[in-house]
């Protein structure tokens, strides 16, 4: 089996960086002087602009080392790396800017600058999407694997073990399981389904010592938290290292974070990204931007549509109803009428069904198309809405739901959106209200620029008709 020392692909990585930086050092400069592409005047020798791109190529690695970009690999997504590469250039930018107007400097082309600083970016961002990509090729082939050993072969360390399974790509592979209760649990244990019961806790130590083995998954009852120091000491002995999964982790985030009060650690029970200040902003400024676009693009369309319900129903052209947004504030939502005009109080408190005699011919068709949206962007607008978040439900059914429906309020402390993850992924309509809300949670806690994008596009992607849309 091929195995790599953790310190020596970090090593690799540092390596490989400063390595593109320099090579795309003489790519910018090449474009810039070289290649007859730019104009430009008498340039400053080359070795000037090396002396800084070496300067920068230890900038970027040196911040790199201190934001933890260089930590292991295995079990992050590519997004986390996205935003960090551009976060870790932004500021070897900025310092590098610092350093060339306190030794006047002044000379450097801003042109080559400019290509020097998106190059380096797309360049890392492609190989190491390049890297991630062989090695998860490798991976599930069988290489490059990490050796885990449960301990707890309870339903946890069961439900650990059927998650490492359905990802072979991240190159984990079960040993086995140590549970004081090995002899009850034998005869009712799946050994056809489960890799075996090696012992009890009691053979932690043998078993560390005469197997290989990286990573020790402690997945007790809270009842075993005594025999956590033992572990943890006959783990830290051998240099395995220990990750603990908390039997109430029902109950925490996707990606929990900690806190820290008086020298004691606390679990982050619902951290949400979107609690940034500087992610909220990010998030308003796309909003307002994409919003401005789609209505610019559609204005045709909206035209039409608006043409459409005066010609085939008497009554406005848009209906407006009252939703829950964020922090459960009330709003009114815009959508082009695609009813008979009827009480307020029915529209609020009744589903549409696929045969809804209140539907008008050309209503069913915007609704069909989710045309009968598109006045939402003006929504976004006026700060309602969210291009992409939980869609907005009736106060009438939000009281129903909150008591019927485990964690439905979360979905309140986002701004509510036009798509969102439930939606592009099928679950509109007659679809189950627990799976949207599972789908929304998970986007509220691992929400991120890039997984917006990537929403938007799949929402594009899947088509705009929809059975369930009645």
């Known amino acids: 089996m091929l195995r790599k020392n953790q310190r020596f692909l970090t090593q690799l990585y540092i390596l490989a960086d400063y390595t593109v930086i320099q090579v795309m050092f003489l790519f910018a400069y090449w474009i810039k002087f070289q290649s007859g592409l730019m104009a430009h005047d008498n340039p400053l ?37 996205f935003f960090r590469i551009i976060q870790v250039h932004l500021i070897s930018l900025f310092v590098l800017l610092s350093l060339l107007f306190f030794f006047k400097a002044v000379h450097i082309s801003r042109e080559y600058l400019a290509i020097y600083m998106v190059g380096n970016v797309l360049a890392i961002l492609i190989y190491r ?10 991976r599930e082939k069988g290489y490059n694997k990490q050796y885990v050993l449960i301990l707890g072969a309870g339903s946890l360390g069961k439900r650990f073990y059927d998650k490492l399974r359905q990802h072979p790509e991240m190159g984990y592979d079960v040993i086995g399981f140590l549970d004081d209760q090995y002899g009850d649990l034998q005869s009712e244990f799946d050994e056809q389904k489960y890799k075996p019961i090696l012992g009890t806790l009691r053979d932690l130590s043998k078993i560390i010592e005469n197997r290989l083995i990286d990573e020790v998954i402690i997945a007790l009852p809270l009842e075993a938290h005594h025999k956590f120091p033992y572990i943890i000491h006959a783990c830290e002995k051998a240099g395995v290292r220990t990750l603990i999964i908390p ?16 020298g004691m650690p606390l679990i982050n029970v619902r951290d949400i990204p979107l609690d940034l200040m500087s992610n909220r902003i990010l998030k308003r400024m796309f909003d307002i931007a994409f919003a401005l676009i789609a209505i610019m693009i559609t204005s045709p369309v909206l035209l039409f549509i608006a043409i459409g319900i005066k010609l085939t129903s008497p009554g406005p052209i848009l209906f407006k109803q009252e939703r829950v947004g964020l922090n459960r504030r009330n709003f009114y939502m815009y959508k082009f009428r695609s009813m ?131």
């Open 247 to 262: 039997d109430f982790f029902d109950y925490l985030p996707a990606r929990p974070t900690f806190d820290n009060f008086a």
């Open 340 to 470: 008979k005009v009827s009480s307020d109080q029915v529209a609020d408190t009744q589903w549409t069904t696929a045969d809804d005699p209140r539907k008008t011919k050309f209503g069913s068709l915007l609704r069909k198309t989710s045309l009968d949206e598109l006045p939402q962007f003006f929504n976004v607008l006026f700060g309602h809405m969210s291009v992409v978040g939980p869609r907005p439900e009736r106060p009438y059914f939000v009281e129903q739901f909150k008591e019927e429906v485990p964690k439905y309020m979360v979905k309140h402390h986002v701004r509510p959106g036009i798509t969102g993850w439930a939606q592009s992924n099928g679950l509109r309509g007659d679809t189950s209200i627990e799976e949207r809300i599972r789908h929304d949670i998970f986007y509220i806690e691992n929400w991120s620029l890039l997984f917006d994008i990537k929403i938007i596009w799949k929402t594009i992607w899947n088509g705009f008709v929809n059975k369930n849309a009645y």
């Open 45 to 81: 020798p080359i070795t000037q602009y090396a002396k800084w791109s070496l300067i920068y190529g230890v900038i970027a690695v040196i911040i790199g080392m201190m934001s933890a970009f260089y930590s292991p690999k295995r079990k992050k997504r590519f997004a986390d790396d």
């Open 129 to 138: 999407y390049g890297v991630k990509q062989v090695l998860r090729h490798f």
